[in-house]
């Protein structure tokens, strides 16, 4: 198997603007989680999926994210508009079960606000 | 609130032995696990702790204690490969809880 696959890699945008990044989860995995990285507040959980359906949401920071899951094998987060502190690496994750113990990650997109 | 605190920066020489600790101010995870972050990469996955006592992984083990909420990461041998950061993780209803990460340094 690929793994989880990201893109892009690396966005660099300017405040204001929309940005999108894409998650392809392990084939069969029922879990995706989006996470954000940052020397200040450390990994972060954002947002999970179970089955396509977003289960908890409770990490994303504000109105200006957005998940989807429009199936189970693509996921996109979404801020509008991008700000200078949203600039972080974001990763996707993706478990077999929700009770699995090891999720595996996704080489993450660094993302820089200007 | 929810955190595990770690230690942040713990320094070692190639061959010798390491340990992270952990120690949480939650209850209600079903378990501790270990992932290892290389600079520039994604973190990975190590080891879990779903009961309590000692899990051993080749040259790392991993240990838990939920009376005492605590855990720690044993790394034997070191080598230069093993220099990353290290996390912890509480494991709750399907979903982690990140520690503040330790980054190892191994020294020649």
């Known amino acids: 198997d690929a793994g989880v696959i990201q893109s892009p890699r690396h966005e660099v945008t300017e405040m204001g603007q929309e940005v999108t990044l894409r998650c392809k989860p392990i084939?069969?995995?029922?879990?995706l989680f989006w996470y954000r990285q940052t020397m200040m507040r450390g990994l972060e959980l954002l947002i999970y999926f179970n089955n396509n359906v977003p289960i908890d949401d409770s990490g994303m920071p504000e109105d200006r994210f957005s998940a989807k899951m429009p199936n189970a094998s693509f996921s996109t987060l979404k801020i509008q508009p991008s700000e200078p502190r949203d600039s972080a690496v974001y990763f996707c994750?993706?478990?077999?079960?929700?009770?699995?113990?090891?999720?595996?990650f996704g080489p993450g997109t660094r993302l820089l606000v200007l | 609130g929810q955190s595990l605190e770690q230690p942040s920066e713990v320094t070692a020489v190639e061959g010798a032995i390491v340990q992270i600790n952990c120690t949480y101010q939650?209850?209600?995870?079903?378990?501790l696990s270990w992932y290892q972050q290389h600079d520039g990469g994604a973190p990975t996955f190590l080891s879990y702790?779903?009961?309590?006592g000692l899990e051993e992984t080749g040259r790392f083990s991993s240990f838990l204690s939920r009376s005492d909420s605590y855990g720690y990461l044993l790394l034997q041998e070191l080598q230069m490969k093993d220099s990353a950061s290290y996390f912890c993780?509480?494991?709750?209803?399907?979903?982690?809880?990140f520690g503040t990460g330790t980054r190892l340094k191994v020294l020649a």
């Open positions: 702790n779903g009961l309590d």
């Open positions: 939650t209850s209600g995870f079903y378990g």
């Open positions: 994750a993706s478990s077999l079960t929700g009770e699995e113990e090891t999720q595996y």
């Open positions: 993780a509480g494991l709750r209803t399907y979903k982690y809880i």
């Open positions: 084939s069969g995995h029922d879990y």
